[in-house]
T-cell receptor, first 114, second 112 residues
Framework: DGGITQSPKYLFRKEGQNVTLSCEQNLNHDAMYWYRQDPGQGLRLIYYSQIVNDFQKGDIAEGYSVSREKKESFPLTVTSAQKNPTAFYLC?????????????FGPGTRLTVT | GDSVTQMEGPVTLSEEAFLTINCTYTATGYPSLFWYVQYPGEGLQLLLKATKADDKGSNKGFEATYRKETTSFHLEKGSVQVSDSAVYFCALSEKSNYQLIWGAGTKLIIKP
């Protein structure tokens, strides 16, 4: 079955440590996205990528970094510079170029930093 | 710029009640419109979509009609179940921009 996988589902880290969240898709989608969701809140875009080796900052990129070395993979690193990293992180992907761009989401990773 | 406005939640209904969650949008072009659902602790799932004016999207008993004249895409269901309790997000995408513009989400609580 095609879809998006995120691992792990729960992640715990100590303050001051960098942590990388995994996102893999086998939908053959060109575009991939990372969102942050805080309790009871909506989605905020962190980074997005339209094509391999290219990515752009979203609305809240400070303290995060990404890479896009393969079409299928878009890992997110939460650095120690992110002041409040505890949140639910969602990865998504979509096609580009057709004019209708619904996004498909992974199950999310809940990160807790103490 | 483009924007999506949803009714504030939580919306609390009894089982078998009629549901409407309002969504209005502002867009410069002719966007595609989407409703997503998020169950507790999970990612978002596409519930339905409409790509042009007067289109009706439908899925799992939910419906929404793309109304260009009122710039609206209200979500409706005739008889809700406890299992429909979730957060519902309205979103749009312009043909010229593959990113989605999201509403704030509306939490729906269905009581037995």
């Amino acid at each position: 079955d095609g879809g998006i996988t995120q691992s792990p589902k729960y992640l715990f880290r100590k303050e001051g440590q960098n942590v990388t969240l995994s996102c893999e898709q086998n939908l053959n989608h060109d575009a991939m996205y990372w969102y942050r969701q805080d309790p009871g809140q909506g989605l905020r875009l962190i980074y997005y990528s339209q094509i391999v080796n290219d990515f752009q900052k979203g609305d809240i990129a400070e303290g995060y970094s990404v890479s896009r070395e393969k079409k299928e993979s878009f890992p997110l690193t939460v650095t120690s510079a992110q002041k409040n990293p505890t949140a639910f992180y969602l990865c998504a992907s979509s096609i580009t170029g057709t004019g209708v761009y619904e996004q498909y989401f992974g199950p999310g990773t809940r990160l807790t930093v103490t | 710029g483009d924007s999506v406005t949803q009714m504030e939640g939580p919306v609390t209904l009894s089982e078998e009640a009629f549901l409407t969650i309002n969504c209005t949008y502002t867009a410069t072009g002719y966007p595609s419109l989407f409703w997503y659902v998020q169950y507790p602790g999970e990612g978002l799932q596409l519930l339905l979509k409409a790509t042009k004016a007067d289109d009706k999207g439908s899925n799992k008993g939910f419906e929404a009609t793309y109304r260009k004249e009122t710039t609206s895409f209200h979500l409706e269901k005739g008889s809700v179940q406890v299992s429909d309790s979730a957060v519902y997000f309205c979103a749009l995408s312009e043909k010229s921009n593959y990113q989605l513009i999201w509403g704030a989400g509306t939490k729906l609580i269905i009581k037995p």
